[in-house]
């Protein structure tokens, strides 16, 4: 299949200057795959945010403008990246990650921002997930971190939750030893596993 996709994709470069991805074609992509496609097109190619995640961005352009604008700056190609974040799009990822903000606090969290206090909520979190309990705010977050980097927005697009009041909990969480808030992009750095 791979091979197959990978002429496929190849013709499209040809014909488009752009590669672009159906959720079809993402679903059946495991993250080898995907690593093999990064490295064939990497360093002279741009691919189109797939569908899903181009929804996603026009919920962020009404929900919180100045970071969308802060992303892509009202350009003409808004949502061309680097074919490097094609592995962001698989099953169970959490697309594109928001973590380089120049004009906007960052809230993208990776497993390294987890503070000891906020591990040890984690035997309660199996507990909830084990009798199906809802979880609090903070304890959905920390799962989610747990099982991927994810940034705040994406967040609150899965779970419908109010951008601002997620970013008033993150403050809080920080303040109660929970979890790490780095809101610039440069202290971010260390903490970086895309």
Known sequence: MLTDL?????????????????QEELDQLNEKDAQSLENHFRGH????????????FE???????????????????SYLVSIDFLHHFLQNQNGFPIC??????NFWFSVKH????????????????ERDVKFTFEEALLYEIALGSIDIWHFCYRYKYPIQDAKQ?????HQDDLLVHLGNR??????LDI
Do not use: H
């Open 169 to 173: 909990k993150v403050l809080q969480m």
């Open 45 to 56: 190619t741009m691919m189109i945010l797939p569908d899903s995640e181009i929804k996603f």
């Open 114 to 129: 987890i503070k000891p206090r906020g591990r040890e909520l984690f035997e309660s979190i199996k507990e909830k997930l």
């Open 6 to 22: 990978l002429k496929e994709k190849e013709n499209q470069f040809k014909t488009t200057g752009c590669l672009q991805f159906s």
């Open 100 to 105: 380089d903000l120049i004009e906007q606090e």
């Open 59 to 77: 919920w962020l352009k009404e929900m919180d403008y100045a970071v969308w604008n802060d992303l892509w700056n009202e350009q003409e190609n």
């Open 186 to 191: 440069e202290d971010l750095v260390g903490y």
